[in-house]
């Protein structure tokens, strides 16, 4: 069973940065096997996605976070990150990874001076 774990949320000021991390368990290999997302949900709105990475590694952003953000993933400790520089309030969110079909529990972001 495919377990998943979010961790590194929090509190940060606009423009500063945060890097969540997702840890995988019950799989041998992140490696090739998986198509890996983030997404996250505002307040009152529909959980959006954010950004994912293939198994050869192309990656792909929804507009919104297109050169600020940038996922990446260590195979070899079946970790998925999601690297957010130059935050803005309007990213404040709670961030979920996702690997089809399971979700880790979540992580509060807050942009805010």
């Known amino acids: 069973q495919v377990r998943l774990v979010e961790s590194g949320g929090g509190l940060v000021q606009p423009g500063g940065s945060l890097r969540l991390a997702c840890t995988l368990s019950?799989?041998?290999?992140?490696?090739?096997?998986?198509?890996m997302r983030w997404f996250r949900q505002k307040p009152g709105k529909d959980r959006e996605w954010v950004a994912q990475?293939?198994?050869?590694?192309?990656?792909y952003y929804t507009d919104a976070v297109k050169g600020r953000f940038a996922i990446s993933r260590d195979n070899a400790n079946n970790k998925i990150f999601l690297q957010m520089n130059s935050l803005k309030p309007e990213d404040t969110a709670v961030y979920y990874c996702n690997v089809t079909p399971t979700w880790g529990q979540g992580t509060q972001v807050t942009v805010s001076s």
């Open positions: 019950g799989v041998a290999s992140i490696a090739s096997s998986f198509v």
């Open positions: 990475m293939l198994p050869g590694g192309a990656t």
